[in-house]
């Protein structure tokens, strides 16, 4: 049974960071790809960053990139995003997901098969 649960979310003052966790379980940890979305209310979804977790160059969003980091503890099958520069409109439900096929790791949704609840992000 797959199981991803994020963490770290929280409000944060412009210019500050936050980083999230999302601790997965029921799969494993070689050759697929975990992605992090967000979607605020009213907008469509946004792919922020995957990674492959079998190793390699993780891809990132055009509005992240270069304030984003998402990386992964396999041992302790958690993936973060660290998050730093957040501006306003950083502000979303930000998701985990899971795509089983390891040679996509796309930052659309379409493939991600498995999702986490949410948590939220509030940057003023």
């Known amino acids: 049974h797959v199981q991803l649960v994020e963490s770290g979310g929280g409000s944060v003052q412009a210019g500050g960071s936050l980083k999230l966790a999302c601790a997965g379980s029921?799969?494993?940890?070689?050759?697929?790809?975990i992605g992090w979305f967000r979607q605020a209310p009213g907008e469509a979804r946004e792919g922020v960053a995957s990674?492959?977790?079998?190793?390699?160059?993780?891809r990132y969003g055009d509005s992240v990139k270069g304030r984003f980091t998402i990386s992964q503890d396999n041992a302790k099958f958690t993936w973060y995003l660290q998050m730093n520069s957040l501006t306003p409109d950083d502000t979303a439900m930000y998701y985990c997901?899971?795509?089983?096929?390891?040679?996509?790791?796309?930052?659309?949704?379409?493939?991600?098969?498995?999702w986490g609840q949410g948590t939220q992000v509030t940057v003023s």
């Open positions: 990674i492959y977790t079998g190793g390699g160059a993780p």
């Open positions: 997901a899971l795509d089983l096929n390891g040679g996509r790791c796309a930052l659309t949704g379409t493939w991600y098969t498995n």
């Open positions: 029921g799969f494993p940890t070689k050759d697929n790809c």
